[in-house]
């Protein structure tokens, strides 16, 4: 049975090792204090009781901003990804919000790819965000 829920300090061992594998960060502090922010939307997704996925979001106002999201290797290219993105927009609309951000390197093919078939259009560019790539920030009017 898949399903989502809040993020708990107890899921941050599986959610670090996704983060890990993702993109090579462990940002432990940062998961503590968002998890814990009433702005900020950590959810995890899990199948069986297993981690497999999760995203991160804030909502302020009516924008949302999407801060991460990842799926764990063994579990990619079987509709998670999408089914993580659809959870934050129908969050966000049930906020009543009017549009939703992201931020992503302009050499992520995989996740822009992900993106782009939703709707998201480029906003801007940050030039050199990544050093020497670019972040395109990608915008999604709900
Ligand atoms: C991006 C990510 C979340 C996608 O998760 P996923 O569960 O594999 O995605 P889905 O199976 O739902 O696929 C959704 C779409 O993504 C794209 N996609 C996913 N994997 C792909 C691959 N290996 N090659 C090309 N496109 C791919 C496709 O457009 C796919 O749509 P399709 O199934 O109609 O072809 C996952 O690859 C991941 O965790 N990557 C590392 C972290 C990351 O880059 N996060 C985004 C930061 S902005």
Do not use: W
């Amino acid at each position: 049975m898949v399903k989502f829920r809040k993020m708990a300090q107890s899921d941050l061992i599986d959610v670090i090792s996704i983060e890990k594998e993702a993109f090579g960060t462990e940002s432990y502090d940062d998961f503590v204090t968002c998890i814990s922010r009433p702005i900020y939307y950590y959810i995890v997704l899990e199948k069986d009781g297993e981690i497999i996925g999760y995203y991160g979001a804030m909502i302020i106002g009516d924008e949302c901003e999407i801060l991460t999201i990842a799926v764990k290797k063994g579990f990619r290219r079987q509709g998670y990804g999408k089914s993580l993105l659809d959870n934050i927009i129908d969050r966000a609309k049930a906020h009543k919000c009017k549009v939703l951000y992201l931020e992503v390197n302009e050499n992520n093919n995989i996740a822009s790819s992900l993106y782009l078939k939703k709707g998201f259009v480029e906003s801007y560019r940050r030039n050199g965000y990544y050093g020497k790539d670019d972040a395109l920030i990608l915008k999604l009017e709900l």
